[in-house]
């Protein structure tokens, strides 16, 4: 980086503290002009915490702000894009029913002189200023006709077209495609190029290294160093990250499994978005499901859950063929467990993380009323087996960080064991060592006896535990392989 | 840091962005309506004599007896995130229904009382089911619920007040316990209600699956939860506290008047809300709704006892207070809420 280029933008010294927790301590951040910075850090290191403090989302803190080189204080989100700096956080804030002009000019539409919207210059606009970075689509359309990468870029566009000069990026890739991320990746070099700073979280090491000019590592709310290009490397951001070494396996270990018995057993399985599913998975192993977005494994996970509606076929799990038409509630009472990629949809934020835990097992732990005191008990263990943290379980689980909040939505399944467990997404806006943490718990569970079905879009996750893979595209099966010797390309040369 | 402006707006920021050392600040937000009505009662004592005597302090009771029965049926609706529109004119009819069964076709109670209060839990369930099966918004068919009782009452009645009333009715709408000096029945019925409904919500797994359902309804499907049929067990109870407030009501004013009970509907989601249960669903309980309806009561009731003011300012100031009351339960509520929000 060029050294006497003078930072835009500094914070120097902030700390902040959410009552009982230190979220961030005496940490110092700096941006200059027409550079990638990216920060990375464990789940609940605080960067999120510290975006919003550079947003302007949160005002209180303690620690000065420095805008070209004037202290600076904002009082809110629209005061900080005011000056230029825009946020695009990980859950979109577009609206999808809009057409993708609409949703570029929201809020501040064009109007003609005669106070309606200008829809023609609107646009107009919109097209040109999409063409300028290289995306030609048609702005009269309906945004959720796109993928949700196109739509992460509109609302990129967004942040741009009201006069953010930076932009920061809250995992803005942990739900896309592998397409889709090299698109994104693009996108932010060419805002690079114009000029526009930015920063950038992610969990994914190899696209911070790709992509980063210099990258702020955060451990516990403490800056624990700021590296180069040319430093950083991914085993040198995760020994920073953690403190420690972490063995990352990218294989599984032998398949241990002595069990031969088929658990569950899925045949000739239609629906709207998939057909002609067969599948098995054996009692202790990791059946790993991979397809991209859309390919339908994700809808397949939740009609054997009873939450997507199938045509045809039938689910026999450990001898038992479901009724058509099963509901939730008798997958989970014949064994089934099912953990959703969107914790956002699986729960309660408000609600104490046991309440969180105990949700799908009420019934087993109070015929009537359920009670506090039996809630607790069965929740505490199942805290500590996936290390929630902090692990207070009476702490509201919004208040925990994203990857915190994804091991409670595994941990609900942990109280009352399942025979199968179905997991999308399991790994999703998880840090490196929560990831392997994980992923030993799949593996724990599959040395138990259990079956485990993976269904998810991200290479490394099935690569790393499955067991066989079935890969899957546009709703149907189109391969199916044991796990060895495979790399990543392998496996996406075959959707 | 250098907060220079002092608006309002800054005010509320650090109202909201309490430090952890005022743990007791926190605890007095978060009781925010039980002050309000701590400062109505303060208020309303000083200013009128009449008010804190015990025989005024029953009739603020009696007073919010049948709004208690509406309102204990409305806060499952409100938790679960729905509306229910319907409630005045459900009432109407099981009151309507059963006044006629008694005078005009000489049935013997209970049959009367049974018919209108089943009528309307029917017209509960049925609107429950609606929403539930067609995704309806509960909105819309509580308000052709609205139409459809509101309707069966004129027919009924033809327009015409029927004035005399079972002794069942009006032992439960006016009866005393104890002399005349007693207990109204009217109260005791209201306690049983609220009580009941705080119990079901607050120790049992249907309760439970209320607030889920209300806070939200993926995950609570997520966990196995038939969110329908909890729609719809709730749309049915709410039916069926509006059709035993009917009969109340019905009681206490000695006649079935199709119009008599009206300004229920507003009144009830007032009180409810007024108690801090969210119109979004998920967050309240019914405690907070007796907080909400005895603001209501006191309020009402305060305003009689001071006799300079203008009888016809009354409903204002009403309006006004309510709208005050509301503006310190939610900047105080939103507090918690808004770090993680965004
Ligand atoms: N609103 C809040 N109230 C209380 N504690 C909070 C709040 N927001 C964050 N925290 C805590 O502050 C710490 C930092 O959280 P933050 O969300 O910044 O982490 P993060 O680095 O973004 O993690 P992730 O990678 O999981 O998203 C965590 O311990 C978290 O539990
Ligand atoms: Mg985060």
């Not at chain 1, 403490?222 to 991914?234: F, I, M, Y």
Request: glycine share 10%; with cysteine; aromatic share 6%.
């Amino acid at each position: 980086m060029d050294v006497n280029k003078q930072p835009i933008l500094e914070l120097k010294n902030i700390s902040k503290n959410f009552r009982s927790i230190q979220a961030l301590q005496h940490v110092d951040f700096d941006l200059v002009e027409g550079e990638v910075h990216a920060l990375v850090g464990e789940n609940g290191a605080g960067k999120s915490t510290l975006m919003r403090i550079l947003a302007g989302i949160y005002t209180e803190y303690e620690g000065s702000y420095y805008l070209d080189g004037k202290e600076i204080q904002f009082h809110s989100p629209h005061d900080a894009l005011e000056h230029g700096i825009g946020m695009i956080h990980q859950e979109l804030s577009v609206i999808p029913e809009l057409s993708v002009a609409e949703n570029l000019f929201l809020g501040r539409q064009p109007v003609t002189r005669w106070g309606i919207i200008d829809w023609r210059s609107m646009e107009q606009v919109a097209q040109k200023e999409l063409h300028s970075l290289g995306f030609d689509i048609d702005v009269t359309m309906p945004l959720e006709r796109f993928s949700l990468g196109t739509q992460q870029v509109i609302e990129v566009f967004r942040a741009i077209l009201s006069g953010a000069r930076v932009l920061v990026m809250d995992e803005p890739t942990s739900a896309l495609s592998p397409a889709e991320v090299k698109q994104l990746i693009e996108l932010v070099k060419t805002l690079k190029s114009q000029g526009r700073s930015i920063i950038y979280i992610s969990h994914f090491l190899e696209e911070v290294v790709q992509v980063a000019d210099r990258t702020t590592v955060l451990r516990n709310g403490v800056s624990v160093g700021t590296l180069d290009s040319q430093e950083a490397t991914v085993d040198r951001l995760i020994g920073l990250m953690l403190g420690r070494e972490i063995t990352r396996s990218t294989h599984p270990e032998e398949i241990g499994s002595e069990y031969q018995e088929t658990l569950l057993e899925i045949k000739d399985l239609n629906a709207d978005v998939f057909s002609d599913i067969n599948l098995n998975v054996k009692r202790g192993e990791i059946l790993g499901l991979y397809g991209p977005i859309g390919a339908g494994h994700f809808d397949l996970a939740r009609a054997l859950f009873g939450l997507y509606k199938f045509d045809s076929g039938s689910i026999i799990l450990d001898g038992k063929t479901f009724p058509h038409g099963h509901s939730a509630r008798y997958a989970i009472e014949n064994g089934l467990a099912y953990a959703t990629e969107s914790r956002r949809k699986s729960l309660l934020l408000d609600d104490a993380i046991y309440r969180n835990i105990t949700m799908p097992h009420l019934s087993k732990i109070g015929t009537l009323a359920p009670q506090r005191a039996k809630e607790l008990a069965a929740a505490v263990p199942a805290i500590q087996q996936v290390n929630v943290n902090p692990p207070d379980p009476l702490n509201p689980v919004g208040k925990l960080s994203g990857g915190n909040q994804q091991k409670v939505a595994i941990a609900r399944w942990l109280t009352f064991p399942p025979k199968v467990f179905i997991m999308s997404e399991p790994t999703r806006g998880m840090d490196v060592g929560a990831k392997s943490e994980v992923l030993g718990l799949l593996r724990k569970f599959r040395d138990e006896g259990y079956g485990v079905i993976v269904a998810s879009s991200e290479p490394e996750t099935i690569l790393a535990v499955c067991d066989r893979i079935v890969v899957m595209s546009r709703g149907r099966i189109v391969s199916r392989l044991e796990n060895k010797n495979l790399d990543k390309d392998a496996l996406m040369r075959l959707i | 840091m250098n907060s220079t402006k002092t608006t309002v707006a800054s005010l509320v920021e650090k109202l909201r962005a309490l430090p952890k050392s005022s743990v007791w600040a926190r605890r007095f937000a978060a009781l925010a309506p039980l002050w309000t009505l701590a400062a109505l009662f303060l208020f309303f004592g000083l200013a009128s004599e009449g008010f804190l005597r015990p025989i005024n302090l029953r009739n603020i009771l009696t007073q919010v007896s049948t709004l208690a029965i509406f309102a204990t049926g409305m806060t499952f609706v409100l938790l679960l995130g729905q509306i229910d529109l319907g409630i005045a004119a459900v009432a109407a009819l099981s009151a309507m229904l059963g006044a006629h069964m008694f005078t005009k076709m000489g049935i013997p109670e209970p049959w009367p009382i049974l018919s209108g209060i089943g009528v309307a839990t029917l017209l509960g369930l049925i609107s429950g089911v609606a929403s539930a099966r067609f995704r309806i918004p509960t909105f819309m068919t509580t308000l052709a619920m609205q139409l459809i009782a509101g309707g069966l009452v004129t027919y009924i009645s033809k327009g015409r007040v029927i004035t005399e009333v079972s002794d069942v009715a009006a032992f439960l709408g006016s009866g005393k316990i104890g002399g005349n000096d007693g207990l109204p029945v009217i109260v005791i019925v209201a306690i049983v209600m609220l009580l009941l409904g705080h119990v079901i919500l607050r120790y049992t797994r249907f309760g439970r699956y209320v607030y889920m359902t209300g806070a939200n309804k993926a995950a609570a499907r997520l966990a196995g939860v038939n969110t329908n049929r909890v729609l719809i067990i709730v749309m049915t109870i709410c039916g069926f506290t509006a059709g035993f407030a009917g009969i109340i009501s019905m009681g206490r004013l000695h006649s079935a008047q199709p119009d008599a009970t009206e300004s229920f509907l507003i009144d009830t989601i007032g009180a409810v809300v007024l108690g801090g249960t969210s119109l979004a669903g998920g967050r309240g309980s019914m405690l907070q709704t007796v907080v909400g309806l005895l603001i209501y009561g006191t309020l009402r009731n305060g305003l009689d006892n001071i006799p300079t003011i203008d009888i016809y300012l009354k409903e204002f100031i009403t309006g006004v207070v309510l709208l005050i009351a509301l503006l310190i339960n939610t900047v105080f509520a939103g507090r918690e809420q808004r770090d993680q929000t965004i």
